[in-house]
């Protein structure tokens, strides 16, 4: 190919450049291609100054994610901790923040006031190391581009972290146990039954209100304050209260199961003292389908601080003074009655030797801790338990529905009588040939008991018991010889003077 001057130009210098019809733009020309190139120079340079910026910010994430300085713009309760190493922000929350000196307990939707208490009864510290540890987390966690947004609203506008408080678990359970219960509890009351003129008369039960004790110890494990203050208010969570007994179960107890009734000498004033205590603590129990009846648990421990006082009562075979004595005389009687209601005797325990006021078998010993008279109700429906002693006679009556009421008797097969012994002392306080008989004598037996029960035409025997009571001999005070008297007179005296 020629040129315009004719030159003859080399091949590999041929360049065609296409003609573009007219309204598609003209050709392209070199101004075209520079622009280009300045456009693709000016993305790189942006690209490069992006990266730039991006290292630097990831530099300045990686060594605030190092260091263990609060970001600028933290603070927490108010109090700036912004810049602050971890040990300095500690310090200065430590000494410009006190626990509050008092504690408000609040119950949400109780009438009653709130209960102010000195916070060192539950033991309350300020967290200013937990805190720190809440204020060190702001743009810290998430991936970077969260971390330094967090970090740029924090110079922006700030973030303020509550102040964490804690207290001793214990120390507040104690609190809510018992101030705290006594100020916005209200218990439950069973609904009741009583005999008025030979009718039953039953009240209604009451729903109560009671503490939420865990409840309430989880409201304290998120404990914070916004500014500090010298009251924290506490919340005291509240539950319903409900009753164990309602009239529900008492509407279908209408006629009496089985009464006993034992006869005791109202003129020892101690041991029916004693008797009357334990009648008033039994009477009125009320047994659903399937509870258990406790006599210890109910009478409690025979001490003379509730009231119980010395009395007769049996030690190793001998009688002697005993706190609570007489006592044993409800368990028994109560024990027939239960037998002759059908119910179902768990434990029972006879005396070592046979006693006055029941028969040989039908008895029920009890010692606090030791032995006990239980039994549990298999019947369909609640019982009621009434209790008395009054003008030497103790009575006790179960109460039932007269559907769940059966034919039942008690059969006793009692061994041929071991003769009881005598026991003679000299006394020397008595005058010679005098006599006094200060215990009487009693046979032993043995006995099986056995309960008969009648139900749909059909007789079911039960064993009950087989006892086996110790003659005890009786036991007579005489006075001494005449001729030994003087001396034995002699020989108490030089035994006082000593």
Avoid at 117 to 139: F, H, N, W
Wanted: with cysteine; net charge positive; hydrophobic share 40%.
């Amino acid at each position: 190919m020629r040129s315009a001057t004719g030159l003859r130009l080399p091949e590999s210098s041929w360049r065609i450049v296409p003609v573009r019809p007219s309204g598609e733009g003209g050709p392209e020309t070199i101004s075209s291609v520079r622009n280009g190139a300045s456009h693709r120079a000016a993305l790189a340079v942006v690209a490069c100054s992006l990266a730039v910026v991006a290292g630097l910010a990831a530099g300045a994430d990686l060594f605030v994610q190092r260091s263990d300085v609060v970001v600028p713009g933290v603070s927490v309760a108010g109090i700036p901790l912004g810049g602050l190493r971890r040990q300095d922000a500690v310090a200065r929350l430590e000494k410009t923040c006190a626990a509050p000196s008092v504690v408000r307990l609040i119950a949400e939707g109780s009438q009653k006031p709130p209960l102010n208490i000195p916070s060192r009864d539950v033991r309350l510290t300020v967290e200013a190391a937990q805190a720190v540890r809440d204020a060190l987390r702001v743009g810290r966690e998430g991936w970077v581009g969260e971390r330094l947004l967090e970090r740029w609203r924090a110079q922006r506008e700030g973030v303020d972290i509550p102040l964490r408080l804690s207290v001793a678990p214990a120390a507040l359970k104690w609190v809510l146990e018992n101030s705290a219960a006594s100020r916005f509890a209200s218990p439950a009351v069973d609904a009741g039954i009583v005999v008025k003129a030979g009718q039953l008369v039953k009240t209604p039960e009451r729903v109560g209100t009671a503490v939420d004790i865990e409840a309430s110890l989880k409201q304290a494990a998120a404990l914070a304050l916004e500014r500090p203050a010298d009251v924290l208010e506490l919340p005291v969570v509240l539950r319903r209260d409900l009753p164990s007994i309602t009239l529900a179960d008492l509407e279908p107890i209408d006629s009496v199961l089985a009464a006993q009734t034992t006869v005791y000498n109202s003129y020892e004033r101690d041991r029916t003292h004693n008797l009357k205590l334990a009648a008033r603590a039994v009477d009125g129990v009320i047994l659903k389908p399937g509870a258990e009846f406790s006599y210890n648990k109910t009478v409690g421990p025979r001490a003379k601080s509730l009231g119980f006082r010395d009395a007769p009562i049996f030690v190793n075979g001998q009688i002697e003074p005993g706190t609570g004595g007489g006592i044993c005389q409800i368990s028994s009687t109560l024990y027939q009655a239960a037998l002759l209601a059908g119910m179902q005797i768990r434990q029972r325990s006879h005396h070592s030797m046979a006693v006055r006021y029941a028969p040989p078998g039908l008895d029920a010993t009890v010692s606090y801790g030791v032995l006990d008279l239980k039994f549990v109700n298999p019947l369909r429906n609640a019982v009621y338990i009434k209790v008395e002693a009054e003008g030497g006679r103790a009575r006790a009556t179960i109460y039932g529905a007269s559907s769940d009421r059966r034919k039942i008797r008690i059969e006793r097969t009692v061994s041929k009588p071991v003769p009881y012994g005598t026991k003679t002392i000299v006394d020397p306080s008595l005058p010679p040939g005098a006599r006094k008989v200060v215990d009487k004598g009693v046979n032993g037996y043995t006995v099986v008991v056995r309960r008969v029960i009648e139900e749909n035409g059909r007789q079911r025997v039960e064993t009950i018991s087989r006892d086996r009571y110790r003659p005890h001999p009786v036991v007579i005070r005489v006075g001494p010889p005449a001729a030994a008297r003087p001396a034995a007179v002699a020989s108490a005296a030089s035994a006082a003077e000593d």
